[in-house]
C-alpha cells in the first residue's frame, strides 16, 4: 500500500489541523493506520492508531482529548483530527500502515512521506 500524508502548515497555539492520509493499492482498506512525529535529532513518536474498521483508536497520553483519528475506508483516506495546539506538537507528521496497531515504528510496513505541522506560541 502507499501512503501520502498532507495537510501540515503554520497554525497558531490553540488552533486546529486536520492532517489526511490517503492509501492507494491493493486492500488499502484493510491495514491499521498510525500517526507518528519526528523532530530534528529525535526518534519517531508515536501519535496514535486507529485500526481497520474505524472502530477502535489508541493515543499517546500527550495527545490524548485534543487529538482524533477517523478514517472513511470507501475514501481509503485517514484523518488526523488536531486540536488546541501546542507549540510542541511541532514535528513532522507521518502515517503509517501496517497489519496489527502498535506503539512501535518498525511494526509498520508502508509509510507515507510526511507532512509538517508548524504550531507558533
Known amino acids: 500500500v502507499q501512503l501520502q500524508a498532507s495537510g501540515g502548515g503554520l497554525v497558531q497555539a490553540g488552533g486546529s489541523l486536520r492532517l489526511s492520509c490517503a492509501a492507494s493499492g491493493r486492500n488499502s482498506s484493510m491495514y491499521t493506520v498510525g500517526w507518528f512525529r519526528q523532530t530534528p535529532g529525535k526518534e519517531r513518536d508515536f501519535v496514535g492508531y486507529i485500526n481497520r474498521s474505524g472502530g477502535f483508536t489508541y493515543y499517546e497520553d500527550s495527545v490524548k482529548g485534543r487529538f482524533t483519528i477517523s478514517r472513511d475506508n470507501a475514501k481509503n483516506t485517514v484523518y488526523l483530527q488536531m486540536n488546541s495546539l501546542k507549540p510542541e506538537d511541532t514535528a513532522i507528521y507521518y502515517c503509517?500502515?501496517?497489519?496489527?496497531?502498535?506503539?512501535?515504528?518498525?511494526?509498520?510496513?508502508?509509510w507515507g512521506q510526511g507532512t509538517l505541522v508548524t504550531v507558533s506560541s
Open positions: 503509517a500502515a501496517g497489519s496489527y496497531g502498535s506503539t512501535f515504528s518498525r511494526l509498520y510496513d508502508s
